[in-house]
């Protein structure tokens, strides 16, 4: 009878904690999303020196009731699966860790504290309480996207590296110490920022011919800058859009089940149908 209550109510803990298509877990979302951007607000006002002169005692009260319910959280989301460790070494278990520890670790290492802006990590939860199914889908395409054409970034990231070492040499024969290339290493410094379209101007050239080249690399870091974007793209517009079901497995955790899924795609668990 005990273990029967005591898996009754891991149930609904795990219905508040992690299901965002019920109305206690979207008000649980919500109140978290609130306190994360409070935290947040506090960390920021904490760094302006007026502001914690004055107020810097309230100002880590706040913090610290913050972190107490966050600690919470992070247990109440252990004990509301089956597969704690499973959770835990998840990356939203590791993030969920990170939001929590910054003020434990600032009682040991002092001047860390700034750390808790980790927390707005956690504000990407709030596409999932709202329910914004094309964000949670094109997220998740972006993602797939990003890893199908990785390589084809790598190469072409190592590419324009190879490019920029040669425009830097190019520039650093042209120009010389004279006009501030004292070295290759300088030369290729000004021509990624040069090609990347940043331009400080801590660097520039003074020779017709430099300004030739240097109006060259200009133009092709437009050029650059499309490449990588086509890429992701291409990949992105091949996906079909995705499920925006927010249900997680009572069992091992997993996510982004299929719309009209009753069982867990990992474990075969069946999915509880709210």
Known sequence: MN?????????????????????PGKL?????IFLILISIAAVMLESVASIQAKYGNELEIVEWIITVF???????????????????FS???ILDLLATIPAYIDLI???LHFLVSIRAIRLLRIFRILKLG????????LVEALKKSRMKIVVFLFSVIILCVILGTVMYIIEGPESG???????????????????????????????FVSMVIMILGYGIIAVPTGLVTAEFMSKRTADNNTQVCPNCSADHHRDDAEFCYHCGHSLEKK
Do not use: C, M, N
Request: glycine residues 8%; charged residues 20%; aromatic residues 14%.
């Open 91 to 93: 990356l939203q278990g």
């Open 28 to 32: 649980f979302d919500l109140v978290l």
């Open 3 to 23: 273990t029967s209550k005591t898996e009754k109510a891991r149930k609904k803990f795990h219905e508040i904690i992690y299901e965002a298509d019920t109305l």
């Open 181 to 211: 290339f004292t070295s290759i290493p300088v030369a290729v410094y000004w021509t990624i920022v040069t090609l990347t379209t940043v331009g400080f101007g801590d660097i520039t050239p003074q020779t017709p011919f430099g300004q």
């Open 109 to 111: 290492f002092p001047g």
């Open 134 to 141: 094309q964000f949670v889908g094109a997220s998740d395409q």
């Open 70 to 88: 966050f600690t919470l959280e992070y247990i109440g989301r252990i004990i509301a699966v089956k597969k704690p460790l499973k959770y835990i």
